[in-house]
């Protein structure tokens, strides 16, 4: 079925702009839920600031737990802007239009959330400088390059920065849309942000290169974050159940599978709230959700992997772990959980082409697999710290504390109050890709079906 | 003589594209008339002059840039401040690795962006004639020149069907 309409460009502009140009209903009464949710959260960390981590659930031997599994969470969510825009623009797939600026802003946003994590584990952020910059001269204490906590923010740094330059390079068209559509203040702060854009061939033809250009420079850099991020516990020879050789790419794909979902369940939302069905369709959700279920599976092949390799050597602690992990009460629950929302349920659902094609059940599965994927980093995490080991002399289960619980909804909310504030500013669908998608598609009659053609230059 | 800037609107490309034609025939150089549009077309569409750019030089020398920085920090820190351990050598070559890949990447992508502004002209603060119909759908024919050719000009952009034409300047 065709889905696709053809839409003049004033629709477009009128349509997309729809919630920079206007303000929704829901939009204020959304923003004032979130923003209590923000302040409730920025106050939870303050006071932890002021107490101490004692206010946490953490002790020994549990020292890494809700924090650094929400860091990995959400650097893991910013692979979603990446794989889905320079991956799908690199390949040209014609159905990436509508989803590369949502999924850009994600892996900001998501990013910015996931450096507050390791700054709020240190206990005392003011101390991190020690870490990460070569300042403190008079004790000789300069950063130690052999070190994966310092190969981390290097790494999340370089993606933040370059995601957001991409997301920046992209907007500048739209930019001049709003500033052309707009009056008084509006139209002076996107006349300054659209730097003087007319949209003449020369750049156009720079657009379209840049996009490539930057996708096929993101995409080294991609890799390595979450690779960087899985080598935090990779090279801790200490723990069983994190010193694997698999974890680099295990990670990544992991990464790719939450992240894509997470744009899957931004889309939904995307569609029901500013009502871009004419954008967003059906036919978006079904082409995701056929990606999704090849790197659903492939992540799941990387998770037997992992266990299997450790089970391969025979070492009667790994061995332990995975007991703990697999058959022991709590974490036996978290493991069949983690099992059937990350993988199990939605591929399930996933496999048919109604359901890829019903948008309640795409955000509902993309919403599971998330859950999945958030218990399977707490289930690497915390039993290898957690198992009972010789020579230890305290040794007690980890409970994450209300404070804890607290800061993990804070990050939810945070995101999606950024995005929202974000949205009410600028498009989130790129209108210059919509249009061009007018431009370059037509339709072509095969006998008696009419079918839609891509124009590639 | 003063400088003039002008704009012809057009709703099709076909006749953006005759307004190009013209303005080549009255004996207007190439590079004082454009095209604004607010949809990307394909290369050539109005029978511009394809412009030529070297973006790909900018990532280029940001890696190099980037390369030789990283190599310095990671040097400089390991042998002023050695972590002797174990009779291993000084210089972490593996961990060396990651920072130089990460601060190679980063110095091109931002030479990159940079790159893609300086090609793209932009900022540009140019007070030429525009309207904001174009990201609207109107296709702008846009051209610089002198005073004395203003009819001319004028002529040639109407015959090929503007909507309309507007001008500005000294």
């Known amino acids: 079925m065709q889905q696709r309409r053809i839409l003049s460009e004033k629709q477009i502009n009128s349509e997309l702009l729809n919630g920079n140009l206007a303000t929704p209903k829901w939009y204020f009464p959304v923003m004032g839920v979130l923003g209590i949710a923000v302040v409730i959260g920025f106050s939870t960390i303050l006071y932890m600031f002021n107490r101490g981590l004692g206010v946490t659930g953490l002790a020994r031997p549990v020292y890494w737990g809700l924090f650094i599994t929400t860091f990995v969470f959400w650097v893991g969510i910013s692979h979603a802007g990446i794989m889905i825009s320079a991956i799908l623009r690199l390949t040209q797939a014609e159905w990436r239009r509508p989803v590369t600026r949502a999924a850009e802003l994600l892996t900001v946003f998501s990013l910015l959330t996931a450096l507050f994590f390791p700054l709020m584990h240190a206990g005392r952020p003011w101390r991190i400088a020690y870490w990460l910059l070569p300042y403190d001269f008079a004790r000789g204490i300069w950063p130690n390059v052999r070190s994966p906590l310092f190969w981390d923010p290097i790494a999340i740094g370089t993606y933040l920065t370059g995601s957001t330059l991409f997301l920046f390079v992209a907007l500048i068209p739209d930019l001049a849309i709003l500033r052309d559509r707009t009056t008084g203040i509006k139209k002076g702060v996107y006349t300054v942000?659209?730097?003087?854009?007319?949209?003449?061939?020369?750049?156009?033809?720079?657009?379209?290169?840049?996009?490539?250009?930057?996708s096929a420079l993101m995409l080294p850099i991609f890799v390595s974050v979450h690779s960087i991020v899985s080598w935090d516990f990779a090279v801790t020879p200490a723990v069983e159940g994190w010193h694997s050789t698999i974890f680099a790419p295990y990670f990544v794909i992991g990464a790719v599978h939450s992240g894509v979902s997470a744009v899957v369940t931004m889309m939904c939302l995307m569609r029901w709230l500013w009502k871009w069905n004419n954008y967003i369709r059906p036919e978006h959700f079904d082409a995701l959700a056929r990606l999704l279920i090849v790197v659903a599976t492939a992540w799941l092949g990387f998770t037997f992997l992992e266990l299997i390799f450790s089970l391969y050597g025979r070492d009667a602690p790994e061995i332990a772990l995975r007991e703990l992990q697999i058959f022991t009460w709590p974490w036996n629950l978290i493991f069949i959980t983690f099992l059937l929302t990350g993988y199990i349920i939605p591929v399930g659902c996933w496999l048919f082409k109604r359901c890829r094609n019903n948008i309640a059940v795409m955000f509902w599965t993309t919403i599971l697999v998330n859950v999945g994927m958030w218990l399977e980093r707490f289930l690497i995490i915390v039993p290898g710290l957690a198992r009972k080991q010789i020579f230890v002399y305290t040794w007690e289960g980890y409970w994450p504390s209300p404070v804890e619980w607290i800061i993990?909804?804070?990050?939810?909310?945070?995101?999606?109050?950024?995005?929202?504030?974000?949205?009410?500013?600028?498009?989130?669908?790129?209108?210059?890709?919509?249009?061009?998608?007018?431009?370059?598609?037509?339709?072509?009659?095969?006998?008696?079906?009419?079918?839609?053609?891509?124009?590639?230059? | 003589?003063?400088?003039?800037?002008?704009?012809?609107?057009?709703?099709?490309?076909?006749?953006?594209?005759?307004?190009?034609?013209?303005?080549?025939?009255?004996?207007?150089?190439?590079?004082?008339?454009?095209?604004?549009?607010?949809?990307?077309?394909?290369?050539?569409?109005?029978?511009?002059?394809?412009?030529?750019?070297?973006?790909?030089?900018?990532?280029?020398?940001?890696?190099?840039?980037?390369?030789?920085?990283?190599?310095?920090?990671?040097?400089?820190?390991?042998?002023?401040?050695?972590?002797?351990?174990?009779?291993?050598?000084?210089?972490?070559?593996?961990?060396?690795?990651?920072?130089?890949?990460?601060?190679?990447?980063?110095?091109?992508?931002?030479?990159?962006?940079?790159?893609?502004?300086?090609?793209?002209?932009?900022?540009?603060?140019?007070?030429?004639?525009?309207?904001?119909?174009?990201?609207?759908?109107?296709?702008?024919?846009?051209?610089?020149?002198?005073?004395?050719?203003?009819d001319i000009a004028e002529k040639a952009l109407k015959d090929a069907g503007a909507m309309e034409v507007k001008s500005s300047g000294k």
Not at chain 1, 194 to 209: E, I, K
Not at chain 2, 30 to 36: A, I, Q, T
Not at chain 2, 82 to 96: E, R
């Open chain 2, 1 to 150: 003589m003063s400088n003039l800037s002008m704009l012809g609107l057009y709703d099709n490309p076909d006749s953006a594209a005759d307004a190009l034609d013209a303005l080549h025939e009255a004996g207007f150089d190439s590079n004082n008339f454009d095209v604004l549009t607010g949809t990307p077309y394909p290369e050539g569409a109005f029978g511009e002059h394809v412009p030529q750019h070297r973006l790909f030089r900018f990532p280029l020398f940001g890696a190099i840039v980037g390369l030789t920085l990283s190599v310095f920090l990671t040097t400089s820190t390991q042998i002023i401040y050695p972590l002797v351990t174990g009779g291993k050598p000084i210089l972490s070559i593996f961990a060396m690795l990651v920072i130089m890949y990460e601060m190679t990447m980063l110095s091109a992508v931002v030479t990159t962006v940079i790159g893609i502004l300086f090609e793209s002209r932009l900022p540009d603060i140019s007070m030429s004639v525009y309207d904001t119909r174009i990201t609207e759908g109107l296709i702008g024919v846009s051209l610089k020149c002198t005073t004395d050719k203003k």
């Open chain 1, 408 to 457: 993990m909804a804070w990050s939810f909310a945070w995101v999606s109050f950024l995005m929202l504030l974000f949205a009410r500013f600028f498009p989130l669908v790129p209108l210059f890709e919509a249009k061009e998608s007018q431009v370059f598609t037509t339709e072509m009659k095969v006998g008696r079906a009419t079918v839609p053609m891509v124009i590639r230059e």
């Open chain 1, 193 to 214: 942000l659209a730097l003087g854009w007319r949209g003449n061939p020369r750049q156009w033809q720079l657009q379209v290169v840049a996009g490539i250009l930057l």
